[in-house]
């Protein structure tokens, strides 16, 4: 069992930065591809940027691209996510999640990782 606690959320103007964070709790963290996703009022839950076990692989959604940076610190069981040039459309509850898998493999689809956070919000004023 995987609990993940994340932090870092708040309110910031349109152009500003925030730094989420996720802490895993449990062994094995470096076994857990992980994921952030986010979810808008009225809307469905969307793919935002994924990490490799390791940290050698990343696969960011084309709308953060440039913008977003995820990475992991597998000693401190926790993985990261550098928000800069933030938009009125990022405002959202951020979610991180662990995928259990032993490859480099990364998926965009929520049904395949196993354990979920229980959210951060993001607001964005303009």
């Known amino acids: 069992q995987v609990q993940l606690v994340e932090s870092g959320g708040g309110m910031v103007q349109a152009g500003g930065s925030l730094r989420l964070s996720c802490v895993a709790s449990?062994?094995?963290?470096?076994?857990?591809?992980m994921g952030w996703f986010r979810q808008a009022p009225g809307k469905e839950r969307e793919f935002v940027v994924a990490i490799s076990r390791t940290g050698g692989s990343t696969y960011y959604e084309d709308f953060v691209k440039g913008r977003f940076t995820i990475s992991r610190a597998n000693a401190k069981n926790t993985v990261y996510l550098q928000m800069n040039s933030l938009k009125p459309g990022d405002k959202a509850v951020y979610f991180c999640?662990?995928?259990?898998?032993?490859?480099?493999?990364?998926?965009?689809?929520?049904?395949?990782?196993?354990?979920w956070g229980q959210g951060t919000q993001v607001a964005v004023s303009s």
């Open positions: 999640a662990a995928d259990l898998n032993y490859s480099e493999r990364l998926s965009r689809w929520p049904y395949e990782y196993d354990y």
């Open positions: 449990g062994r094995s963290f470096s076994n857990y591809a």
